[in-house]
């Protein structure tokens, strides 16, 4: 018998010592345990990638038959279909040829939700099923499946991986289980996908057919497609609200230190600060249900829940490029400049009234403005973005910076000098998500659970603001790097963080637009140099007494010293 390293690892068993392409190891650690260097070992995830690259008939694409009917689509991000073949591996299913695979099955299932929706009277017809008297009819449709249209899916960008940190950056507290974990997903393919008849269909009848997949399409196919995974550029059935977006700052790297823009950071903000805004409303249980209610999620031990809200997001004209610190040549980071770009919300259930997609409607509405006002998405989004406000700093790459582009003007807030409307935003935030349906529906709700770090109410957060002139008129992004004023610094605190510790601290400059009305008295918005500079504090810190103090100083630094005025 030959040593199972000789097996390929899709072959192997997954357990320790074996397969185990699921775990980010610790290189570092493992090297010195091994006496070699760290550059010469790999995660087992790219190796069992390669392996399966290697074996595929990469000349061979698969063909479907003649008398199936095909169309392609491509897909705006990543897809990942989980075989569901090996234990605690997420990855795809493997068809014809060694090629990635989407499973007919799965594809039935997808066309066979949305044919419910928009053509129910054909569902009998094309999917088969019990009729009203229970007798049992066969669909006549075959669904074949899809496969990658050429072999670009076959690269470096295999690996990906999810890292929740929810408990973390909300609560302060980070959870045992949230940990990196791998998974293999296909990134930007077009896939084939076909269709037979048992019965010769007419033309009007297959523009229904591929018009019901579309639909099923636009709801996202495979795993993880609330998070943007397996979306389509396209959503005209399930678009709950679209946002014109630009942004740009620090990219995601992957495990191979290859960047790459993740879309699944939109709905991590947006998740992220659902529970902060009702963890500062209800008791940590009623946050957890609706929050799971809205964005879906899994606990440990529980079954998935599929929330009403995903999202898709497309920039085509997306940048991806390397930033180099001068002083530091070996610290560099992927950054990325995303251009015009549109993030949909999108239904993920077809169950709701009119009066319910309303709500949700508005309730997105006010969130993601309440995300654009204090902060941004992605890495470091507590922090403006240095290479904008201040470019002389360059030992590392910090912050980001996000704004609306001209389809979503209406959504910025227009503030005078005193910022009144930005209070009165803040006030409306929280007030009308008491008010929201959902909540009043989970019965036996009770008072915020004490000890949430980032809790949305008054006695737990402070916002300040002040009006800044230009880029240049910035104050605060100063005191994260020197003292704020002789002897006293909040640098590297409770408040700021530190390495392996998220700070209490959001730094924003929200830029300034104006209402005004054009010759035929229409509405339009006017940019101008101003910003509203914009600090979030949770000020009750755990820390010792030297920790409680600072924050103490720098709160009357703040209102003695500076124009900045407290909003909430």
Known sequence: MPDHDYVPLMFQAQIQGRSQIQKLEDLKKKAEELGVRKETLTQ??????????????HGNIPEFESHIQTREYQFIWRIVTNSGQDAGVIRPVIGERGWAYFPGSSMKGAFLRACKKDYPDQVLLFCGGKDQDGELHPGILRFHGGYPKDADWLNDSLVDVVHPQEDWQVKGSRASHETAKILVSLYQPTLVFGISSAKTLADAQWNIVWQIWQTALEQGIGSRVSAGYGQIATHTSNKLVTFGLSGEGQASKLINGKGEFRPNLFKA????HTRRLFHGITDEDTTEKLTKLLWGGIGRGEEATVGLLGIAFSAPNLELEQWRSPVNRNN??????????????LLMK???????CNELKQFIIRLMKFAMLLGGFGKSW??????IFLPDYDRQMIGCHWEFTKRSYPLY?????????????????HNKAREFSWLQEIANRSNPTPGVREAWRKDNVQVWGRIAEDEEDRLAINWLHQPYKQNSSIKQ???????????????????RFYKTKNKDGKDIWKATDQYAEL??????????????????????????????QQLW
């Open 44 to 57: 087992q995830a790219y190796d069992w990638a390669q392996e399966w690259q290697d074996a595929c008939d």
């Open 413 to 429: 807030i227009p503030f005078g000098e005193d910022l009144a409307s930005i209070r009165k935003f803040l006030d409306a935030f």
């Open 535 to 564: 600090l979030t504090l949770f000020p009750n810190v755990t820390g010792n007494d030297q920790e409680k103090q600072k924050v103490k100083d720098f709160l009357r630094f703040l209102d003695q010293e500076t124009d900045f």
């Open 493 to 511: 605190s409770e408040l700021t963080g530190r390495m392996s510790q998220i700070g209490r601290l959001w730094h924003r400059m929200y830029p």
């Open 350 to 356: 077809f169950d709701l009234t009119s009066e319910q």
């Open 382 to 387: 507590r922090r403006v973005d240095h290479r």
């Open 332 to 345: 560099v980071a992927p950054t990325y400049e995303t251009g015009d770009a549109i993030l949909d919300v």
């Open 269 to 272: 903000a947006l998740r992220g």
